[in-house]
Structure formats: C-alpha cells, structure tokens
T-cell receptor, first 114, second 110 residues
C-alpha cells in the first residue's frame, strides 16, 4: 500500500526531554512537510523539504529540528526549547514542482507533555 | 508573511442545500490551490485541487478560482450530514511551501 506513515500515534513527553516523530512515505514524493495543529486551529508549517539533504523553516520552526537524509523519510525532533509542544503533529508529502502538486497527509502524532 | 484567510464559521446549511465556502490568499505568486476536509481528531483529506482560473467539478463538489481577485471557493451541492466537518483551504507557492487557512466549520442540519 502506498502512503505516508507517522509513528507513534500517541506520544507522551516529560518536560525537558527531546522526542522524535517519525514520518515515512513510499509515494516517491520529493517534497515533505511538518505541520502543527492546536485545538480548534488550522495547520501551521514547521519545516518543509523540497529535496533530499535540503529543508527550509516554516512559520514556527523555533524549538524544532528536522533532517532529510533519505527521500522517503523526514523525522521531526521536538526539542526541550519548544515551550508548548502539546499538539497534533501532521506530516505530508507531495510530488513537488512540475508534477501533481497535491499534498497527502499521514494519520498524525498526538504529542502530550506530562 | 503569506496568508490564507477563511471565515471560521460555523456555517450551518440545511440537508440537501448548497454549502458555499470561501477563501482569500495574499501571495499573487501562488501556483496551486486545494480544499481539504478534516473530521474531528483525524488528519486532513484532500477533496479538490485547482490550478487555473475557472470552475472545476468533481461529483457534488465544485472548486472555483479567481487569481485576479485572489479568491478560491468550494461549493458542495446536495449537502449531506456526512459533509459536516472543518474545511481547510490551502495554497502552494513557487517554492513548494503550502500554507493553510484556519478552516471553516460546516454543520449540515438534518
């Protein structure tokens, strides 16, 4: 089955800990994205990557880091510098420039700070 | 900062009527435009994409794009209770950056 897989579905973090959220896609998409969604709010862009070994900050990158070492993987680390990390995190991918540009989402990871 | 604006609603529409959802965007260089549906607690699901001015129809859904007015809309005909959800407008620029509006909550009244 082609698609985008996020893991884990639920994640609990103690204050002061770094945690890494996984996002894997087998759609052969070039572009990948991370968004954060707070209750009753829209999606805010954290980071995005158009190609392997390259990524750009979105609107709320502070306290987060990413890597794009492989085309199919775009993990997001929520660092201890992120003061309010409790949220629903969504990963998406798309073909990128020149092709069908629709973005498709994984099922999301719900992160809670305890 | 590039922005995508939507009325947060809730928009209440009787079952069987037409629901009309609107969206404006600030970046004239935007290339692609999308409507997503999101049920509570779930991830967004793509409904429609539109790339050129005019209308695009897919079943009960019609997307409309007016680049001169920087305006995108979604019409849902014969609204069903299962259409009750939050509808997110999204805009993609030339750098592949995709920005979302805050969404419009749609409630179909049985």
């Amino acid at each position: 089955d082609g698609g985008i897989t996020q893991s884990p579905k639920y994640l609990f973090r103690k204050e002061g800990q770094n945690v890494t959220l996984s996002c894997e896609q087998n759609l052969n998409h070039d572009a990948m994205y991370w968004y954060r969604q707070d209750p009753g709010q829209g999606l805010r862009l954290i980071y995005y990557s158009q190609i392997v070994n390259d990524f750009q900050k979105g609107d709320i990158a502070e306290g987060y880091s990413v890597s794009r070492e492989k085309k199919e993987s775009f993990p997001l680390t929520v660092t201890s510098a992120q003061k309010n990390p409790t949220a629903f995190y969504l990963c998406a991918s798309s073909m990128g420039q020149g092709g069908n540009t629709e973005a498709f989402f994984g099922q999301g990871t719900r992160l809670t700070v305890v | 900062q590039k922005e995508v604006e939507q009325n947060s609603g809730p928009l209440s529409v009787p079952e069987g009527a037409i629901a009309s959802l609107n969206c404006t965007y600030s970046d004239r260089g935007s290339q692609s435009f999308f409507w997503y549906r999101q049920y509570s607690g779930k991830s967004p699901e793509l409904i429609m994409s539109i790339y050129s001015n005019g209308d695009k129809e897919d079943g009960r859904f019609t997307a409309q794009l007016n680049k001169a007015s920087q305006y995108v809309s979604l019409l849902i005909r014969d609204s069903q209770p299962s259409d009750s959800a939050t509808y997110l407008c999204a805009v993609k620029d030339r750098d592949d950056k995709i920005i979302f509006g805050k969404g419009t909550r749609l409630h179909i009244l049985p």
